[in-house]
């Protein structure tokens, strides 16, 4: 019991990010006329993957004090990437989902090592390749259009049983060991498999805990002998991969690619958003890719609240910015609190 | 000690941007004369449109400076751009530019206040606010472009000529002497580079930080305003989305003049070269009528280059 | 006599940053199951030796041998690899993550190449039991911890590999005394092991009540190694500074009848630090602050200065009520303070003397709005002048002044101002003998034209040799104070323990 309230003590923002989401989303659902059905479920989570996956790719750089600023542009290359090499048959299509994932975790190294041998501030550097980034997708696909398979976006995008179905397996989806989990949507499925079970284990190699050390002192981790160029590149690396994961599932999810760089520069400011609303400070040190989930969820659940509650679109914006900023102000009403004025500059 | 040739780290970035930017205007003329036979890369009416369309980029550039000194970044500056063209063009007549530049000030007291009271990091904070503010005109003008017109001061500010010269390039020097002045001559500039450096440091030496912070962002939605309220003139009209393209230029224009992005360190006459590469960057780009991805490309390539030849960053920072 | 061996060697060793040499040609070597003092002022070579050692810093010249075997160590991680551990001065902490995690940072026990987190506790748990630190929580940040704990952590970390030589840099100068204690049978364990520690302190008894041996470094040169008793501390302190000090301490004055307030306190409160302080300065005097570390010394400081919030009380300046409501009002009220840490608190690093020295005090220089470049220069080079701070240009960074140095920009910023009242936060902390001297009297002098000073310093020597009075803080109170002949070691030491020996009241 102890151990839980300290540890709810040390992740303050984390737990109020949780049940700030929890109770945003409970409100939701039953406020929708069909609320709580696998198909507003699958739904929700088909709009939160891209956002969660780039939520998840900017908390590895901003852990680390860093920023990256090209997970929008990478997110549109990989998805125009997607578009050209996701055809053909299943094996053509997987090699070229491994192509796609590829590209992203190498454009994800280069940056990692711009930033870290050519001694650039990730902000800027980040920046710089964020154009290259744009410029190479516009290359790649000068207007939207791709041939992606309908049945690949349909098994991906819908619950369990229809990606048993579509694929053929599992008795067409109709097995007994399969109806426990038949009804969770499959961008659930992908979130964890692709996203979670990839950070997971990452943050407990010595490596992930490297970039939680260069985030909160660099210094520090440097003399007590840690790897901090190699943790510095994962985590760009890290980054590339996640929005690359993004860029594909969009390619998927639209069955189409789009270079389409406004929306890609919205997409990274997004991302910022999301990692700060999930508790993840932009000082470094202290956050993690799940909190930043949650910290996506939020944003998409407010935009949720838009349909049901029939606001005027044209208010969406207006709204959004004053929740955001009432959230960091509600996370910041502690500054107002410290006594010590010093301890505000850390 | 303080001429543009002597090689202090702090002016080897400005001398190597000014020298690149020699660079670009030969490499554009070099490619008009072969293809076209002529060079009007070189010829005054030329240089002096561009200085014209540069003094948007370079009011912005100014005000996001003082901004990044602090360590800080105003990303409000498109709609605080938009906002102040907006309201300066409703309102219109005598207090057209009054109005804009209130703006301005509300926008910056607003940042300001978030930043250095709330003390939330500014890269979320002016977010928010730009988002914010996006709303707002967007209620305000209905989501349709807006019909309302420029003042005659705006688009004589913006447009005119005073003997040949354009009238908005004085406007921008004249803020670029404010801003020197005050960032070399006065106790407000040296506290917003003592602030930048170690702001601990800066409030035990009996500097009041917050002022200083809120100040700085007074300062940039003031350009912010300045740039909107001149281009709407430029234009005749405001419109949605005047300011996005302005956003990441005038940041780029601020690191390649050599400032740094965590605050401390910096020279106004480096943004100003910083803010002229841009320019004649993009205008050379579009003489060679490259495609938008390859300028983009470019655009990349050629900060991430300068950046690498400026090597200024050092090992580790302890 | 057991056969003695030296685990390290150094050969010839130098090194240069940039045209500056930090070390010229030292020859040294340490004995396994000794514990070796390095004395030397500051800019000696000290820390670039153990930098060297530690693997910090690769040698320009010469060689370190490990067993007689040459050894070319790129990173701290390799020469703990060998044993040799080195606790810095600046910790090596990472204040987000947890003490377990901060123990085991570079050898953290896995399971299937991942970190075993509650292996990793348990033996966190283990570790700090060995150095008394039970109260410890493994899984707390080290954010939270007080710097003392932050300290014995840091200890943790090194004693948790497998050490054959631990070099200690000023590492007990945050700990409380009865961690001190702890440190110290920790230092006997270890030699016992046959562990050679290197042990660099500025404070001169405990290097003379712990080490076996000694080596003094000045200038970068390694000057000569003894064992203990075999010179005298004035030999010592000769060989150190390479020439004789006459008296460490200015003369003090007669004591004047009554002195006028300059500063007086009243029950001054805040949170659970200060529980009513009562003190007075008087003009012309300077007044210590003693007592353990951490009795709100600092704290009391801080809230004159208007850094804390929510202080309930009475504070006069002269004869005028005041209430500190932040550092910009308190400068205006003619209260100036050298705080703590003079990295993060006193100085802006990256920025040169010129801008350091000015920022209190754009306004004096200033005609209308704008600085006066000329009235800026002269009260510049006047600062320089009077505190002697030694630099080639007022226009470099202040970065690359010696520690002394910096200090000594601290105080002049304020110098300026002509304070009536000075706040001093252990000006003198890990600076060298030299510079002591002249700050001691650098801070005679200003109580001298009519000043009042506050002093808290973590050395009893300097309060007794320094100040006309010290007021002895304890959980938040002043409980004694003792001037003239009453102020001896013995007496602060009773009355920082709180213990009321009749000898001292």
Redesign the interface.
């Known amino acids: 019991m102890t151990r839980m309230t300290s540890w709810v003590g040390r992740n303050r923002g984390f737990t109020g990010a949780f049940l700030l989401f929890a109770a945003l989303f409970v409100g939701y659902q039953m406020m929708h006329p069909r609320g709580f059905s696998t198909a507003v479920f699958i739904q929700n989570a088909n709009e939160s993957v891209v956002i969660g996956f780039l939520a998840m790719a900017q908390t590895v750089p901003v852990l680390m004090r860093g920023?990256d600023l090209s997970v929008g542009a990478v997110m549109t290359l990989t998805n125009t990437i997607a578009s050209h090499v996701v055809t053909g048959s299943p094996i053509q299509q997987i090699v070229g989902m491994t192509i796609t994932l590829a590209a992203g975790t190498g454009f994800g190294l280069m940056n990692g090592l711009?930033v870290v041998y050519?001694?650039?501030?990730p902000?800027?550097?980040t920046?710089?390749?964020?154009?290259?980034?744009?410029?190479?997708?516009?290359?790649i696909r000068?207007s939207p259009g791709g041939e992606i398979s309908s049945d690949l976006n349909w098994a991906l995008t819908n619950a369990v049983f229809d990606f048993t179905e579509t694929l053929g397996f599992a008795q067409d989806g109709t097995a007994a060991w399969l109806q426990p989990i038949a009804n969770i949507p499959m961008p659930l499925i992908i979130m964890a498999v692709f996203g979670i079970c990839v950070w997971v284990p990452f943050k407990r190699t010595v490596t992930g805990r490297t970039i939680y050390a260069v985030g909160s002192a660099?210094?520090a981790a440097?003399m007590s002998g840690l790897p901090?160029a190699r943790a510095k590149i994962a985590a760009f690396t890290l980054a590339g991969y996640f929005a690359a994961c993004a860029g594909l599932y969009l390619a998927i999810q639209t069955s189409s690619g789009n270079a389409d760089?406004?929306q890609a520069g919205a997409y990274t400011?997004n991302s910022?958003?999301a990692v700060?609303l999930g508790g993840t400070s932009?000082?470094g040190g202290v956050g993690g890719a799940i909190a930043s989930l949650i910290g996506a969820g939020i944003l998409r659940v407010i935009s949720f609240y838009f349909r049901i509650l029939s606001i005027d679109p044209?208010?969406?914006?207006?709204?959004?910015?004053?929740v955001?900023?009432a959230a960091?102000?509600i996370?910041?009403l502690r500054?107002?609190r410290v006594k010590n004025?010093?301890e505000?500059?850390? | 000690?303080n001429t543009l040739l002597s090689f202090t780290p702090e002016n080897r970035p400005i001398a190597i941007a000014a020298a690149f930017t020699l660079m670009i205007i030969l490499i554009g003329t070099a490619y008009t004369l072969t293809t076209q036979g002529t060079a009007p890369m070189l010829t005054p009416s030329y240089l002096l449109q561009q200085l014209q369309i540069g003094s948007f980029l370079g009011l912005c550039a100014a005000g996001m400076m003082m901004v990044i000194l602090l360590g800080h970044i105003d990303?409000s500056l498109p709609w605080t751009l938009t906002a102040a063209a907006m309201m300066a063009t409703s309102v219109g007549g005598p207090w057209a530019i009054p109005a804009g530049l209130s703006v301005g000030l509300i926008v910056g007291l607003i940042n300001g206040f978030?930043v250095s009271y709330?003390?939330?990091?500014s890269?979320?904070?002016t977010?928010?606010?730009?988002?914010?503010?996006?709303?707002?005109m967007?209620?305000h003008t209905?989501?349709f472009a807006p019909q309302t017109e420029a003042s005659p001061l705006m688009r004589y500010l913006a447009a005119d000529r005073i003997m040949g010269l354009p009238v908005a390039v004085f406007v921008w020097a004249a803020v670029s002497i404010l801003i020197t002045?005050v960032l070399t001559?006065?106790?407000f500039g040296?506290?917003i580079?003592?602030t930048g450096?170690?702001?601990?440091?800066?409030?035990?030496?009996?500097?009041?930080t917050r002022w200083v912070i809120t100040g700085a962002f007074i300062a940039s939605s003031m350009c912010a305003a300045s740039a909107g309220i001149l281009l709407a003139g430029y234009s005749a009209k405001a419109y949605q989305g005047m300011g996005?393209p302005f956003l990441?230029p005038a940041?780029?224009a601020v690191?390649l003049g050599g400032t740094h992005?965590?605050g401390?360190?910096g020279r106004y006459l480096g943004t100003l070269v910083g803010v002229i590469l841009i320019v004649f960057l993009n205008s050379v780009l579009s003489i060679m009528q490259m495609?938008?991805?390859?300028?983009?490309?470019?655009?990349?390539?050629?900060?991430?280059g300068m950046?690498?030849v400026y090597?200024r960053?050092?090992?580790?920072?302890? | 006599m057991p056969a003695v061996t030296d685990i390290v060697k150094l050969q010839n060793v130098s090194r240069y940053f940039g045209g500056i040499t930090a070390l010229k040609d030292v020859d040294f070597s340490c004995r396994a199951g000794s514990v070796h003092g390095i004395l030397g002022e500051n800019g000696a070579g000290k820390s670039t030796l153990i930098k060297i050692l530690s693997g910090v810093l690769p040698p320009s010249e010469g060689q370190v041998l490990v067993d007689d075997k040459p050894v070319q160590y790129q990173s701290p991680s390799q020469a703990a690899k060998d044993g040799i551990v080195c606790i810095f001065q600046?910790l090596s902490l990472i204040p987000d993550l947890s003490v377990a995690e901060n123990i085991f940072i570079d050898h953290p026990p896995r399971r299937f190449g991942l970190i075993d987190a509650s292996a990793q506790r348990r033996m966190a748990e283990k570790v700090l039991a060995r150095i008394k630190c039970e109260d410890v929580d493994p899984d707390a940040r080290v954010r939270d911890l007080s710097l003392s704990r932050r300290q014995m952590v840091e200890i943790a970390k090194a004693i948790s590999k497998d050490l054959r030589v631990l070099i200690l840099d000023e590492a007990t100068s945050a700990l409380t005394s009865k961690d001190v204690e702890t440190v110290y049978g920790l230092l006997e364990e270890l030699t016992a092991n046959n562990v050679a520690s290197l042990f660099i302190s500025h404070r001169m008894q405990e290097v003379e009540a712990l080490c076996d041996r000694l080596s003094v470094f000045r200038n970068g040169s390694h000057i000569q190694s003894f064992d203990k008793g075999d010179l005298t501390e004035g030999e010592i302190v000769r060989l150190m500074i390479g020439r004789d000090i006459e008296a460490q301490y200015p003369p003090k004055p007669p004591k004047a009848e009554v002195h006028q307030p300059a500063l007086s306190i009243t029950d001054l409160r805040w949170e659970q630090s200060l529980k009513g302080v009562d003190l007075s300065v008087g003009q012309g005097e300077i007044v210590g602050l003693g007592g353990l570390d951490g009795q709100g010394q600092k704290e009391l400081l801080l809230a004159l200065?208007g850094?804390l919030k929510g202080v309930k009380g009475e504070v006069r300046l002269g004869d005028m009520p005041f209430i500190p409501t932040?550092?910009?009002a308190?400068?205006?009220a003619a209260l100036a303070?050298v705080?703590e840490d003079r990295k993060?608190?006193?100085?802006?690093?990256?920025?040169s003397i010129a801008?350091n020295l000015?920022?209190?005090n754009?306004?004096a220089v200033?005609r209308g709005?704008?600085?006066d470049?000329n009235r800026a220069a002269q009260e510049v080079d006047a600062a320089i002048a009077k505190l002697q701070i030694k630099t080639a240009s007022p226009?470099i960074s202040v970065e690359t002044l010696s520690g002394g140095n910096q200090q000594k920009v601290v105080i002049a910023?304020w110098l300026a101002l002509n304070p009536d009242v000075i706040l001093l936060n252990d000006p003198t902390r890990g600076i060298d003998v030299g510079t002591k001297q002249e700050i001691y009297s650098l801070i005679r002098n200003l109580a001298s034209s009519g000043k009042g000073v506050l002093l808290y310093s973590t050395d009893y020597a300097e309060l007794i040799g320094c100040c006309d009075r010290v007021s002895v803080m304890y959980d938040g109170r002043v409980v004694n104070e003792l001037s003239d002949d009453q102020l001896t070691e013995q007496a602060l030491v009773a009355a920082a323990l709180n213990i009321q020996s009749k000898g001292v009241a």
């Open positions: 920023l711009i050519g001694r650039i501030q902000i800027i550097a920046l710089a390749t964020g154009a290259v980034a744009g410029g190479l997708a516009l290359l000068p660099e210094g440097y901090v760089i406004n400011l910022i958003a700060v932009l000082l044209l208010m969406q914006s207006l709204i959004e910015g004053l955001l900023l960091v102000s996370g910041a500054t107002l004025t010093l505000l500059f850390r | 000690m990303l978030g709330l003390r939330i990091p890269m979320i904070f977010l928010g606010v730009d988002s914010v503010l996006r709303g707002l967007i209620a209905g989501g002045v001559r006065t106790g040296k506290s580079y003592a450096a170690k702001e601990s440091a800066a409030y035990l030496s009996g500097i009041r996005a990441l940041i780029a690191v992005i965590l401390g360190r495609p938008e991805a390859f300028r983009q490309i470019i655009y990349g390539i050629v900060i991430v950046l690498l090597g960053e050092n090992k580790t920072r302890l | 600046e200065f850094v932040s550092p910009a308190c400068k205006s303070l705080p993060t608190e006193g100085l802006m690093l990256s920025l801008d000015l920022l209190p754009y306004k200033s709005a704008l600085i470049t226009d910023k």
